[in-house]
């Protein structure tokens, strides 16, 4: 008996399927083997009797230790420490729940919050619709999602839209040391926030919001190919109306007020709002 290839496994090897490549990248399918080259597997594959096959459909990634296979497309999947934009859903008498695209709705307790509330009025401080930013603090062994919005970065945001994305693609919307963020935000003028399950909050004028909005789109969809960054940047240049002032860099944590209880209610502490971002 020839000693072949498990079923459902891709070979890459003489005979095997040859890899994809999509500009510098290579694009591997689930079941695929990779050729690991001494390095450790990591997120996106796993094992069979020595040898290592990505689990997702993704981009190959070899960075030492391990290698990896980012996923392109998928739901989010909650982790410890995660940065999130959710929405309220509902209003409880000690807590809220949110919506961070999870498979789980996400309580959010008022004692994980910067203000001094007391039992039944959390209804005075968030109200169902609102944008939130919060930290993932845990998930129990139930898959039950704790958070908080206690911490630097974390709070209420008022105003702007929230634009959802794949999740696989927010590393791309943040770049290399923040440089995709920071373009976006320096040539519109926008305030801008990135969770990590794909939504993105953005504040500003109508058209700032509406490149911004554009590309994210563009991030999304060519996310995968090589040279991204000169892409946005070439739209971001091509929509700057003539006569703009030359982009101005924006500071990366703009001030958010925190905010006032609604229908009544103690005033919140007036260094206990929402840190700025």
């Not at 490549?21 to 695929?32: K, N, W």
């Not at 030492?64 to 998928?74: D, K």
Request: hydrophobic share 30%; net charge negative; charged share 20%.
């Amino acid at each position: 008996m020839g000693h072949g290839h498990r079923r459902g496994h891709r070979g890459r090897g003489p005979g095997g399927v040859p890899p994809r490549s999509d500009g510098e990248r290579t694009l591997v399918l689930p079941g695929e083997e990779i050729d690991v080259h001494g390095l450790q597997p990591g997120p996106g594959t796993y094992r069979v009797d020595g040898r290592t096959y990505a689990s997702v459909l993704g981009l190959l990634s070899r960075r030492p230790p391990v290698v990896r296979v980012i996923p392109l497309s998928g739901r989010y999947i909650p982790k410890p420490q995660d940065i999130v934009v959710g929405t309220v859903t509902d209003v409880q008498t000690t807590f809220w729940l949110l919506d961070i695209g999870a498979p789980r709705w996400a309580p959010l307790h008022m004692t994980g919050t910067p203000w001094k509330i007391e039992v039944g009025e959390c209804g005075q401080y968030l109200h169902v619709g609102d944008t939130v930013v919060v930290a993932i603090e845990n998930i129990d062994p139930t898959g039950r999602i704790g958070v908080t919005m206690l911490g630097d970065d974390l709070g209420k945001v008022d105003g702007g839209t929230v634009v959802t994305m794949s999740p696989a693609k927010v590393p791309r919307v943040i770049g290399r040391s923040g440089s995709m963020i920071q373009m976006l935000t320096n040539e519109t003028g926008c305030r801008i926030a990135v969770g990590q399950n794909g939504r993105v909050w953005v504040d500003g004028t109508p058209e700032g919001m509406q490149r911004v909005r554009e590309a994210l789109r563009l991030i999304e969809e060519e996310g995968q190919r090589s040279g991204l960054t000169d892409r946005v940047a070439g739209y971001l240049g091509s929509t700057r109306q003539p006569g703009d002032a030359a982009p101005m860099p924006t500071p990366t944590r703009p001030p958010f007020e925190p905010p006032s209880p609604i229908d009544g209610g103690d005033e919140p502490d007036d260094d206990a709002g929402p840190a700025p971002f």
